[in-house]
Nanobody, 123 residues
C-alpha cells in the first residue's frame, strides 16, 4: 500500500507563491510517474502537472504552464509543486497521485491519492 501525504497549502494573495510537497511512503511501489491534480468546489478533478521519476520529464496543463514547476527529490521520496504568480482561479484542493495505468492526464489512471491540501488565492 502506497501512502501519499501532501502539505504546504494555505491562504495567499494573487501574485504570491507557494510550494506544495507530497511525501511518498513507498518509492519502489509507487510507479514511474507522479502527478498533481486539483479540484475546485463543484468542478471535476483537473490535471495540473506530472513528472517521470527516472528522467525527470515534466508535463503541465495549459493553465499552469510557465507558472508552476513540478520536481522530485529522490533521497526524500518527495514530489514538489512550486506555484508562482498565483491567481484566484488556482483556488482548489491540490492532490498528489501515483501508480499510473493509462493516460497521464486522466485522474482515473491513478491508483493512489493523498488526502489533499487546500490552496486559496484571494485578496
Amino acid at each position: 500500500q502506497v501512502q501519499l501525504e501532501e502539505s504546504g497549502g494555505g491562504l495567499v494573495q494573487p501574485g504570491d507563491s507557494l510550494r506544495l510537497s507530497c511525501a511518498i511512503s513507498d518509492r519502489t511501489g509507487s510507479g514511474a510517474y507522479k502527478a498533481w491534480f486539483r479540484q475546485a468546489p463543484g468542478k471535476e478533478r483537473e490535471f495540473v502537472a506530472a513528472i517521470g521519476w527516472r528522467a525527470g520529464t515534466t508535463y503541465y496543463s495549459d493553465p499552469v504552464k510557465g507558472r508552476f514547476t513540478i520536481s522530485r527529490d529522490d533521497a526524500k521520496n518527495t514530489v514538489y509543486l512550486q506555484m508562482n504568480r498565483l491567481k484566484p482561479e488556482d483556488t482548489a484542493v491540490y492532490l498528489c497521485a501515483a501508480v499510473l495505468s493509462g493516460s497521464l492526464y486522466s485522474s482515473s489512471s491513478y491508483k493512489y491519492w493523498g488526502q489533499g491540501t487546500q490552496v486559496t488565492v484571494s485578496s
